[in-house]
């Protein structure tokens, strides 16, 4: 009998490497059961193609480029080779792209909304007050001239739907949640060494909350010399990355780790699977106030105990289990976190609902729905 030929589905984004964690391990692995998939993203470092996933890469180019500007045509002159039934954006950057590539082939297309990109402008430091203005108003602005043209928006937070209205009612909410692994490689650094070993894992940058999280690792480590603290992540700002080096320079017990390159989402892994606590220090900002950082599912799900930030909604996230030590970055108190460290008894309960299993079936079904329109 002759094999029914799979209907082809393209996720595309311009920053995100081709093997990001939510395009290839959670969408991606999720659709190719019953679509043929293809991923164009950024060059990465030891990108694998399981499971049938093809990969494309772009770049590489620095983060504000004339490169950069022109990839989104790079991007498009690569789906229109493709020809896929389904064309899923995961950047604003293809607004425009993906408008032509649906007048040009017909094709569907779903906005996987990943972050509320204007308010990040907004309320972000990476660029001045005058440029940050013009930039956030420019990108709300194409999100609501072209807000008819995706079939179904995917986003990655529930809060998005009230803070960028543009988005209307056909939209679904695919939270950033872990996805399942294998119990096998869980060993605390702690066990060899003896130290109490901290990881900040992800984007590094001053909204992430890098630098206070060295702050309060300095903190605890002038009361206990076995406080270890290791960074790992990309920091896409050069200021950034130079700060990080000299704020590390003189401190032997904070290891930085990436930086300047992106890490493989697996290496982020082990590095969890290693650490004692993990490091969730976003200082207060508008553009994170409603979210759900990823770190927070990846923390929970392989039980990686907290030092977490004062923000009520992530510390009554993580009550029930209880998984964290909460913490004012302003009011630091080291000895009485080092108290609660020790004496804290964590996972009591089993953190069941931070897997990305149930977000599968809300994925098929909006996939579905958008091709059989």
Request: hydrophobic share 45%; charged share 20%.
């Amino acid at each position: 009998m002759q094999e029914i030929k799979k209907r082809r589905i393209v996720l595309a984004s311009i920053l995100k490497p081709a093997n990001d964690p939510r395009m290839f391990e959670k969408i991606g692995q999720t659709l190719v059961r019953d679509y043929e998939v293809h991923i164009i993203g950024y060059a990465c470092p030891q990108a694998t193609e399981p499971l049938q996933i093809s990969f494309h890469s772009i770049g590489p180019f620095p983060r504000i480029s004339w490169v950069r500007f022109f990839s989104p045509w790079v991007v498009m002159l690569k789906v229109l080779k493709l020809r896929p039934s389904l064309l899923i954006i995961c950047t604003h950057e293809l607004l425009f792209s993906a408008l032509l590539l649906k007048t040009l082939i017909g094709c569907r297309v779903i906005y996987d909304v990943q972050e509320n990109y204007a308010l990040n402008i907004f309320h972000g430091n990476t660029f001045a007050p005058v440029l940050k203005t013009f930039l956030g108003s420019y990108v709300r602005l194409k999100e609501w001239l072209l807000s008819p043209l995706p079939d179904h928006y995917l986003l990655a937070e529930k809060s998005y739907a009230e803070e960028a209205r543009f988005i209307g009612k056909d939209c679904t909410v695919l939270e950033n949640k872990l996805k399942r692994f294998s119990e096998e490689g869980t060993v605390r650094l702690s066990a060899a060494d003896g130290n109490i070993h901290l990881l900040f894992s992800g984007t590094l940058a001053e909204s992430t909350g890098v630098f206070v999280a060295i702050d309060i690792a300095s903190a605890l480590h002038q009361f206990d010399r076995r406080i270890r603290l290791r960074v790992c992540g990309y920091a896409a700002q050069p200021k950034i990355r130079e700060r990080l080096r000299s704020v590390a320079a003189n401190k032997s017990f904070v290891k930085l780790q990436g930086i300047d390159s992106l890490v493989p989402h697996h290496q982020i892994i082990r590095e969890i699977q290693s650490a004692d606590f993990g490091v969730v220090s976003y200082p207060p900002n508008v553009s994170t106030r409603d979210a759900l950082p990823t770190k927070l599912f990846e923390y929970l799900g392989y039980k990686l105990p907290m030092l977490l930030t004062d923000h009520q909604p992530w510390v009554t996230y993580c009550q029930e289990y209880p998984a964290a030590v909460v913490f004012q970055a302003q009011a630091f108190d080291p000895k009485a976190v080092l108290h609660q460290m020790h004496q804290m008894q964590f996972f009591i309960t089993t953190p069941d609902q931070v897997f990305w299993d149930d977000q599968e079936e809300k994925l098929r079904m909006a996939v579905r729905n958008v091709l059989s329109i």
